[in-house]
């Protein structure tokens, strides 16, 4: 028991001493033993790579498991030293709901076999990423947690203890310095020409025992300087592997890259080969004729203006484009629906299915436009190529 309050009160003493170094510095009343510039770089070094690592560690689990969530309960059963549970993740999720579905509707149907085929390559489109997840958690994220809570703890460490030595150092060298110059001080006091011998003998006593501080002060600076030495060269050791823990997390960076890639390709596939299978099935839409007058994009003016035998026409007898040559410059050619004939001389009598020329131009009018305009055949409705008035 006697040991250990002695060792209490040497370490308290340690730490008041160091206490009065550090806050002395801090004042910048006491010197302070600088590192040299090339520790010092690889002291920034090392701090660079320790936070530019945690920032790339912890974005990167954001990254495989943007869930804040899941990442707290994986962090709660790694510290528990448990098994993280099996749970399908939300492709495998969505492609049971889908094939779920399908059942109810019936796989026979156009919908419900269309959700069992995407189902099935959502649920493996689930697998790859689950395969990439774990790829990536030991090629990449399991290296830089293993830096930063080994080989960075373990540098962390060894500078502060460095930082104590330095103090201790530091502290060393205000005392021997403090004591001799009380030495020089005690050394000029003692007067021989002194009627009083009693205060020649204090004089020449004190003297004596600032020269013992002095050869004591000493000593404990050769310690201090000798484990300083000692511990700045095994820091120094730490911080030059920085360079190696940077092969190791380019090569660690590869790895991701490639299972980034596998996974990105592997989904391509699996895509691919979902739009192959569709592909294969019967159009569930040619047969519908309401979707069909939904998807012709008709204005509500242009049906009202078109007859019914006008409509049909367009549909049955249409004009295509191959089968007209090309136009002269300025000229466009027309395709009349209906008779017409001419109310007067400025117009033009026209015949069904006439194909005319027109020459000069001044405007043309679309399909989707109101036909509000008369054409410049003086039909009311032209011939029209492609569905719209060349014109």
Not at 146 to 174: C, M, P, V
Request: proline fraction near 4%.
């Amino acid at each position: 028991m006697d040991f250990n309050v002695k060792k209490l009160a040497s370490d308290a003493g340690v730490f008041f001493t160091r206490a009065v170094q550090f806050t002395g510095e801090k004042f910048g009343q006491v010197e302070k033993t600088e590192l040299d510039a090339h520790f010092e770089n690889l002291l920034s070094r090392a701090d660079s790579t320790k936070n530019w690592t945690e920032k790339i560690f912890r974005q990167t689990e954001v990254l495989l498991q943007p869930n804040p969530s899941a990442r707290i309960e994986e962090f709660l059963y790694e510290k528990l030293d448990r098994t993280v549970p099996s749970r399908p993740n939300n492709g495998e999720l969505l492609g049971h709901y889908m094939q779920d579905a399908a059942k109810d509707f019936g796989p026979g149907t156009p919908y419900g076999s269309t959700l069992i085929k995407v189902g099935d390559c959502e649920r493996r489109l689930g697998g790859a990423q689950r395969e990439f997840l774990q790829t990536s958690a030991i090629s990449f994220l399991a290296p830089l947690r293993n830096f930063l809570e080994g080989d960075w703890r373990t540098i962390s460490k060894e500078r502060r203890l460095l930082e104590n030595r330095r103090l201790d150092l530091d502290s060393s060298k205000a005392r021997l310095k403090k004591a001799k110059l009380a030495e020089s001080k005690a050394a000029a006091v003692p007067d021989f020409q002194e009627t009083r011998p009693r205060n020649y003998v204090l004089s020449a006593s004190a003297s004596a025992l600032w020269s013992e501080e002095v050869d004591k002060a000493a000593h404990e600076l050769r310690v201090a300087q000798t484990e300083f030495d000692r511990q700045a060269e095994v820091t120094r050791l730490l911080l030059e592997g920085i360079s190696s823990t940077h092969v190791n997390h380019l090569r660690c960076l590869h790895e991701f890259v490639e299972a980034q890639t596998a996974y990105y390709k592997q989904c391509y596939l699996h895509m691919q080969d979902l739009q192959k299978e569709l592909g294969r099935f019967p159009n569930a839409f040619a047969g519908n004729p309401g979707l069909s007058m939904a998807s012709s994009g008709s204005s509500p003016q242009g049906n009202a203006t078109l007859p019914q035998d006008a409509a049909s026409a367009v549909e049955t007898d249409t004009l295509k484009i191959e089968e007209v040559q090309a136009p002269a410059t300025g000229t466009r050619k027309a395709k009349v629906l209906y008779d017409y004939d001419a109310a007067d001389t400025s117009e033009l009598s026209l015949l069904a299915d006439e194909v005319s020329t027109l020459a000069h131009i001044p405007f043309f009018v679309h399909a989707s436009d109101s036909f509000s305009q008369v054409c410049p055949c003086k039909a009311r409705i032209c011939g029209l190529i492609a569905g719209s008035c060349t014109v």
